[in-house]
């Protein structure tokens, strides 16, 4: 891992919540990502985890240019990536590709296989002269495990494994730099799954790949990153590298969330503590004050209503957003998952 490729300071992106009979009155907002920041370096892959609706997924449509940003910066390569317009954009959009969620609704039904990977050479049809574009069809799909003869079949002819690699390989089309995982096998099987982080890892060895994967799965996150960040409610509450954020976890939310990640060894069994929050995550329209977790949190103090704690290094040598921030070891959390 050298050089750094994709910075983000500051990242906000708020939805209006609208009223009224035309909807023209707005009375609030959805604060679904509200100052987010970190960087990616050539080579790596960075996890970010977190609960079901704490912004992941929307920090990855903002990254791809699919949502505008509401403020902040993101710069890859050091360009500015929301000051491009027209052939500039175009052109970033090639270093940058996704692979989506869901394998059974991210690819077109009505296309074949070899159509819905050669599509972005339509798109940038300078990536591939139109003679060219089966045979690169054929390499991508032997390049991630399929057989290239199947590249007239439809996507209901696959299983869903299969499936996220034809998404894989469409990412791989027009040999991005970055790729972004939005939870790429959360809908699999375990077997499944194994399969697909494995073809992750080898894609990155072999074409230098850096990845932005998300996922609430930290078992998953764990076996692919280099640096695990941690979301809560729109923010990152810490980040670290895998061994920091696994082995000594300083803010309150993450020892929670590992707390509860199972552990198949039952020489374990009434030696591990298990964290349980109380309450329910609150809503992104109205946030609490101070640390957005303080109401989930046995930590809580006064200081912690009335001041926001930055995400700076407290203690264990990694960033933390908590006043009160305190390496603990989570029994089984430590031990490289198998």
Not at 160 to 165: E, L, P, S
Not at 207 to 221: N, P
Not at 287 to 309: H, I, L, M
Not at 310 to 324: D, K, M, Q
Request: with cysteine.
């Amino acid at each position: 891992m050298s050089g750094l490729i994709l910075e983000v300071r500051d990242l906000v992106k708020h939805f209006p919540v609208r009223v009224g009979v035309l909807f023209k009155r707005t009375v609030g907002h959805v604060k679904a990502v509200d100052g987010v920041s970190f960087e990616l370096r050539k080579g790596e892959t960075l996890g970010i985890v977190g609960e079901s609706g704490c912004g992941k997924s929307t920090l990855a449509q903002v990254l791809m240019r699919l949502e505008p940003p509401t403020s902040g910066t993101a710069s890859f390569e050091g360009t500015d990536m929301f000051a491009l317009r027209g052939a500039e954009l175009r052109r970033m959009r090639r270093d940058i590709q996704i692979v989506l969620q869901d394998p059974y609704t991210s690819l077109n039904p009505r296309m074949t296989v070899g159509d819905i990977i050669g599509e972005p050479f339509e798109i940038h049809p300078e990536v591939a002269p139109k003679g060219s574009r089966e045979g690169k069809v054929r390499d991508l799909l032997d390049v991630v495990g399929l057989n290239p003869e199947h590249i007239n079949r439809y996507p209901h002819q696959f299983s869903g494994g299969q499936r996220q690699r034809i998404g894989i390989a469409r990412a791989l089309a027009l040999r991005p730099k970055v790729i972004i995982c939005d939870e790429p096998v959360s809908a699999l099987d375990v077997s499944i799954q194994a399969q697909v982080m494995n073809l992750l890892g080898e894609l990155q060895r072999d074409l230098g790949l850096s990845y932005v994967f998300i996922a609430h799965d930290l078992s998953v996150v764990r076996h692919l990153s280099d640096r695990v960040a941690v979301m809560y409610l729109g923010k990152v509450v810490e980040i670290g590298t895998e061994e920091e954020i696994y082995g000594q976890p300083s803010h309150p939310y993450t020892q929670a969330l590992l707390s509860a990640v199972p552990v198949p060894d039952p020489q374990l069994r009434g030696r591990r503590e298990v964290i349980r929050l109380a309450g329910d995550v609150p809503s992104p329209v109205d946030p609490p004050s101070g640390c957005r977790f303080r109401t989930r949190c046995w930590k809580a103090q006064d200081v912690c209503a009335e001041q926001e704690p930055e995400l700076i290094t407290r203690v264990a040598g990694h960033p933390s957003a908590c006043h009160f921030a305190e390496a603990h070891v989570v029994v089984g959390a430590e031990r490289e998952n198998s």
